[in-house]
C-alpha cells in the first residue's frame, strides 16, 4: 500500500478500461453534437414539430404509432382511414367558413396552374432548365397567405381573398416557364403580392437547381420553415458584421443596394456569379443615384444568362438603352395597371399624313426598308390594318419591285431582304381587330384609322408586349378629321 501511494504521488495516474457501453454513449453524443450544428437542423425540426401537432405525421413517422387492424391486417394503410364517398341521396354536410376559404383557395390555384399550362407562354431560344414545380409553388403561396391571414393583414397593410386570385402573379409565372425577361410597367414599386410570386417562383428556382427591403423580408419569412433563408444587404450596417454573417450561412435570397453588394463581391464575402434571378425594383431611383453603371457591373459579375425582372416607373431612352443591354433573349412586358400611359410604355407612335393611295405605299417601303437596316433586332412579325383588303394587295404588288416576296400559309405574305432576314406580314381588317393576338407584333400599321379611338387604344395597349421598344404607325386624311382631337390627347398623353 505504501509503494502503490509513492507510485500515485510520483504523478503516475491509474488507468481504467473502458466499457462498449461507454463507447457507444460517446459516439452518440458526438453524433447528436453533429446535428444541431448542422445548418438545415432548425428549419427540419420546426417542421416536424408543426406537423406533430397538427396531426399529419409523414407515413415514415406515422408507421410506427400504427398497427394491423382486422380492416387492414397488413398495415397497408399505415393507420390512415379510407374516405368512403358519400352516396348521392345523401347530401353533404355544409362547409364551415375556414374550410370554404380553404377549398375556394384550392380552386383558384387549380385554375391558375392551368392558365399557366396554357399556350406555353412565347418560345424560347435559351435553356429552361426549370420543370416548374408547381407544388412547392403553390405550397410556398399557401405558407405566405396563411401568415397574412394569422396577421389579419399583409405587412403594407393590405388583405386580399387569395394570393392565386393575382392575375400579374399567373402571368408572370407563365413568363418565367418560357424563360423569358419581364420588364413591368405599372410604374410603381411592387406591391406585396407581387413579391410574393416573384419569391414564390425564385424558391422553385433554387429547390430545382438543388435537386439537379422590408417587404420582402417579410414575405419570405414564412418560408424559413421551408428552408429559404433570406439576408438583407444594406449601407447602414458594418460591414464586418455583413462579411461574418455571410460566412456563418449561405441565403437563398439576397436583398441589396447595388454599392454595398459590389463592396462584398470586392471582398469575396459572396459570390453571386451563380444568380438564377435578378430583380431590379424602380429604375428611377438608381437613375437618380447615378447607380446605373453599378447594376450593369452587377449584371457583368453574374456568369450564364439568369431570369432578369424589371420594375419601371421611367419610360425614357435611358431605361431602352439599359434594357437593350442587359436583357439577351426573349422578353415579356407585363402591367398591373389599366392606365394607358403604363399599358403603352415603349411604343412609339408615328402619325403620317398622306392624301393618295401611292404615297401610303411609299412610306410603309419606306418603314419596312428602316426596319431591315436598324441594328436593333428586327421583330418577326408586323400588322397591317385596312378597311378594304385591295389596298393589301396594291402594297404587294409594290413591294415585288424592291424585295423578294414568298408565300406563307401561316400570314398574308414573307418579305425576304438581301441579307436574308425575313419579315412576316399580317392583314387584317378594322371589324376583326379584336380577334388578332396583337401582343407578338412589334410594329403594326393603321393604313386606315378606324372609326372610333377606342380601337386605336386598344391596338395601343396590346401590341409589343414580346419586345422591348414597339412602333405604331397612323396614316391621317381629311376623312379622319373627327378623330383629331381624341387622337391628340392619346398622343399627349402616352
Same mark, same amino acid.
Not at 415579356?332 to 400611359?341: H, K, M, N, P, Y
Given at each position: 500500500?505504501?509503494?502503490?501511494?509513492?507510485?500515485?504521488?510520483?504523478?503516475?495516474?491509474?488507468?481504467?478500461?473502458?466499457?462498449?457501453?461507454?463507447?457507444?454513449?460517446?459516439?452518440?453524443?458526438?453524433?447528436?453534437?453533429?446535428?444541431?450544428?448542422?445548418?438545415?437542423?432548425?428549419?427540419?425540426?420546426?417542421?416536424?414539430?408543426?406537423?406533430? %401537432?397538427?396531426?399529419?405525421?409523414?407515413?415514415?413517422?406515422?408507421?410506427?404509432?400504427?398497427?394491423?387492424?382486422?380492416?387492414?391486417?397488413?398495415?397497408?394503410?399505415?393507420?390512415? /382511414?379510407?374516405?368512403?364517398?358519400?352516396?348521392?341521396?345523401?347530401?353533404?354536410?355544409?362547409?364551415? #367558413?375556414?374550410? /370554404?376559404? %380553404?377549398?375556394?383557395?384550392?380552386?383558384?390555384?387549380?385554375?391558375?396552374?392551368?392558365?399557366?399550362?396554357?399556350?406555353?407562354?412565347?418560345?424560347?431560344?435559351?435553356?429552361?432548365?426549370?420543370?416548374?414545380?408547381?407544388?412547392?409553388?403553390?405550397?410556398?403561396?399557401?405558407?405566405?397567405?396563411?401568415?397574412?391571414? =394569422?396577421?389579419?393583414?399583409?405587412?403594407?397593410?393590405?388583405?386580399?381573398?387569395?394570393?392565386?386570385?393575382?392575375?400579374?402573379?399567373?402571368?408572370?409565372?407563365?413568363?418565367?416557364?418560357?424563360?423569358?425577361?419581364?420588364?413591368?410597367?405599372?410604374?410603381?414599386?411592387?406591391?406585396?403580392?407581387?413579391?410574393?410570386?416573384?419569391?414564390?417562383?425564385?424558391?422553385?428556382?433554387?429547390?430545382?437547381?438543388?435537386?439537379?427591403?422590408?417587404?420582402?423580408?417579410?414575405?419570405?419569412?414564412?418560408?424559413?420553415?421551408?428552408?429559404?433563408?433570406?439576408?438583407?444587404?444594406?449601407?447602414?450596417?458594418?460591414?464586418?458584421?455583413?462579411?461574418?454573417?455571410?460566412?456563418?450561412?449561405?441565403?437563398?435570397?439576397?436583398?441589396?443596394?447595388?454599392?454595398?453588394?459590389?463592396?462584398?463581391?470586392?471582398?469575396? #464575402?459572396?459570390?453571386?456569379?451563380?444568380?438564377?434571378?435578378?430583380?431590379?425594383?424602380?429604375?428611377?431611383?438608381?437613375?437618380?443615384?447615378?447607380?446605373?453603371?453599378?447594376?450593369?457591373?452587377?449584371?457583368?459579375?453574374?456568369?450564364?444568362?439568369?431570369?432578369?425582372?424589371?420594375?419601371?416607373?421611367?419610360?425614357?431612352?435611358?431605361?431602352?438603352?439599359?434594357?437593350?443591354?442587359?436583357?439577351?433573349?426573349?422578353?415579356?412586358?407585363?402591367?398591373?395597371?389599366?392606365?394607358?400611359?403604363?399599358?403603352?410604355?415603349?411604343?412609339?407612335?408615328?402619325?403620317?399624313?398622306?392624301?393618295?393611295? /401611292?404615297?401610303?405605299?411609299?412610306?410603309?417601303?419606306?418603314?419596312?426598308?428602316?426596319?431591315?437596316?436598324?441594328?436593333?433586332?428586327?421583330?418577326?412579325?408586323?400588322?397591317?390594318?385596312?378597311?378594304?383588303?385591295?389596298?393589301?394587295?396594291?402594297?404587294?404588288?409594290?413591294?415585288?419591285?424592291?424585295?423578294?416576296?414568298?408565300?406563307?400559309?401561316?400570314?398574308?405574305?414573307?418579305?425576304?431582304?438581301?441579307?436574308?432576314?425575313?419579315?412576316?406580314?399580317?392583314?387584317? =381588317?378594322?371589324?376583326?381587330?379584336?380577334?388578332?393576338?396583337?401582343?407578338?407584333?412589334?410594329?403594326?400599321?393603321?393604313?386606315?384609322?378606324?372609326?372610333?379611338?377606342?380601337?386605336?387604344?386598344?391596338?395601343?395597349?396590346?401590341?409589343?408586349?414580346?419586345?422591348?421598344?414597339?412602333?405604331?404607325?397612323?396614316?391621317?386624311?381629311?376623312?379622319?378629321?373627327?378623330?383629331?382631337?381624341?387622337?391628340?390627347?392619346?398622343?399627349?398623353?402616352?
Amino acid at each position: 500500500r505504501c509503494a502503490l501511494g509513492s507510485i500515485l504521488g510520483g504523478g503516475a495516474s491509474l488507468v481504467m478500461a473502458k466499457g462498449d457501453d461507454a463507447v457507444r454513449r460517446r459516439k452518440n453524443k458526438t453524433g447528436r453534437k453533429r446535428m444541431r450544428n448542422k445548418e438545415s437542423a432548425v428549419p427540419a425540426r420546426v417542421a416536424a414539430k408543426r406537423r406533430r %401537432k397538427t396531426g399529419n405525421r409523414r407515413i415514415c413517422e406515422g408507421m410506427c404509432f400504427s398497427l394491423p387492424t382486422p380492416d387492414d391486417p397488413f398495415n397497408d394503410r399505415h393507420g390512415m /382511414e379510407t374516405k368512403q364517398k358519400p352516396s348521392n341521396s345523401v347530401s353533404p354536410p355544409p362547409l364551415s #367558413a375556414t374550410e /370554404e376559404s %380553404k377549398n375556394q383557395r384550392c380552386d383558384v390555384a387549380v385554375r391558375a396552374e392551368q392558365r399557366a399550362s396554357e399556350g406555353g407562354g412565347v418560345g424560347s431560344d435559351c435553356d429552361s432548365d426549370y420543370g416548374w414545380s408547381t407544388k412547392f409553388i403553390m405550397l410556398c403561396l399557401n405558407a405566405i397567405d396563411d401568415a397574412w391571414k =394569422d396577421r389579419q393583414a399583409a405587412p403594407d397593410g393590405s388583405l386580399d381573398v387569395s394570393l392565386f386570385a393575382c392575375h400579374w402573379g399567373v402571368d408572370f409565372w407563365k413568363c418565367c416557364s418560357s424563360g423569358s425577361h419581364i420588364i413591368d410597367t405599372s410604374g410603381s414599386c411592387p406591391t406585396t403580392e407581387q413579391v410574393a410570386w416573384l419569391v414564390s417562383t425564385a424558391s422553385d428556382i433554387i429547390t430545382r437547381k438543388e435537386m439537379q427591403g422590408h417587404v420582402v423580408r417579410s414575405v419570405c419569412k414564412p418560408l424559413k420553415a421551408l428552408g429559404i433563408h433570406t439576408a438583407s444587404l444594406h449601407p447602414d450596417a458594418p460591414l464586418d458584421r455583413q462579411v461574418q454573417g455571410l460566412r456563418s450561412c449561405e441565403p437563398e435570397f439576397l436583398v441589396s443596394t447595388p454599392e454595398r453588394l459590389l463592396e462584398l463581391v470586392s471582398l469575396k #464575402a459572396i459570390d453571386i456569379s451563380g444568380v438564377s434571378l435578378l430583380v431590379l425594383d424602380v429604375f428611377n431611383t438608381f437613375l437618380d443615384l447615378g447607380f446605373v453603371d453599378k447594376l450593369n457591373s452587377v449584371r457583368e459579375t453574374i456568369s450564364g444568362n439568369p431570369q432578369v425582372v424589371l420594375f419601371s416607373d421611367c419610360y425614357s431612352e435611358v431605361f431602352t438603352s439599359f434594357a437593350q443591354h442587359i436583357l439577351s433573349g426573349p422578353v415579356t412586358r407585363l402591367c398591373q395597371s389599366d392606365v394607358i400611359t403604363c399599358q403603352s410604355a415603349f411604343i412609339s407612335q408615328l402619325v403620317h399624313f398622306h392624301t393618295t393611295q /401611292e404615297e401610303k405605299v411609299a412610306k410603309i417601303k419606306q418603314i419596312i426598308t428602316g426596319i431591315f437596316s436598324s441594328e436593333v433586332p428586327i421583330p418577326d412579325k408586323i400588322l397591317l390594318i385596312s378597311r378594304t383588303a385591295n389596298k393589301f394587295q396594291m402594297l404587294r404588288s409594290s413591294l415585288e419591285e424592291s424585295y423578294e416576296i414568298s408565300k406563307d400559309s401561316s400570314c398574308a405574305f414573307s418579305i425576304i431582304s438581301d441579307s436574308r432576314k425575313a419579315l412576316r406580314v399580317f392583314a387584317t =381588317d378594322c371589324k376583326s381587330l379584336y380577334e388578332e393576338d396583337l401582343e407578338e407584333f412589334g410594329t403594326t400599321i393603321f393604313m386606315d384609322l378606324p372609326t372610333s379611338i377606342e380601337d386605336y387604344v386598344h391596338v395601343l395597349s396590346m401590341m409589343a408586349r414580346h419586345s422591348i421598344t414597339g412602333a405604331l404607325h397612323s396614316f391621317f386624311c381629311k376623312g379622319d378629321a373627327a378623330l383629331a382631337q381624341p387622337l391628340v390627347e392619346v398622343l399627349m398623353q402616352c
